[in-house]
């Protein structure tokens, strides 16, 4: 893929919702920071992420903010988005922060009129415990902790829809989306392995961005892993563009 050509403004607005979007069970704000813990589920949720452009730290601060994931028992992780000082990221290269993941962050402008009625799509406004058992059940590793996501979606204090998919009278699909103040962010995109390559994720994904749109969101937003070409290609034919990249990093034991 091309370089991508950072929209500075577009990634904060996206970074400063997401914290809302996928809330961690505890968050931290230090300085131009957001330090979330969400028991290790998720990278985004268990890691410390700029919240103005040119976002720094000194020596005592990022010492402070190493010390309480360890307390937590985790990592120290670091999101190095568009939003952090350059300065920043070269001491931390030297601090043996490695790449864990690397994403975009992508958005699509919305128009109500052009929203479609999805054939099977249910949406309830909390996680109820079917949709929650469901995405637990289709995830791996860490993410199959029910428990753990509980304690994030259940956190949404915002507008939220959890979508699921039904096929053939089975659910074949989940996803969400949160909206707050004009956008919305779609996550949480899974289908069910044995029913891949039959359009479940776009129909999913569509259904959300018109749930959007009748929110009066102008704007959708969604994060994809930089190595998930097929996801990348299915948000770019639904009108989505990229708008940063970043990296999830770790500090190396």
Known sequence: MSPVETDLAL???CETRI???WPAPTTLIVDDWVVR???GYSGRANSATALRAGADMDDAT???VEARYREAGLPPRIRFTPLMADGLRERLD???YRVETASYGMVAELDPAAAASIEGLVLTPVAEPA???GVAALQTGAKRNRDHLAAIVGGVRVPAAFATLMLEGRPAAYAMSVAERGMAEIGAVIVDESLRGRGLGKAIVQGLMGWAAWQGCRLAYLQVDQTNGLAHELYRRLGFRTVYAYETRMLAP
């Open 19 to 21: 914290v809302n979007a």
């Open 94 to 96: 030297a601090r043996s």
């Open 11 to 13: 990634a904060s607005a």
């Open 62 to 64: 990022l010492a402070f």
């Open 131 to 133: 949709w929650t058992d």
């Open 37 to 39: 813990f969400a028991n």
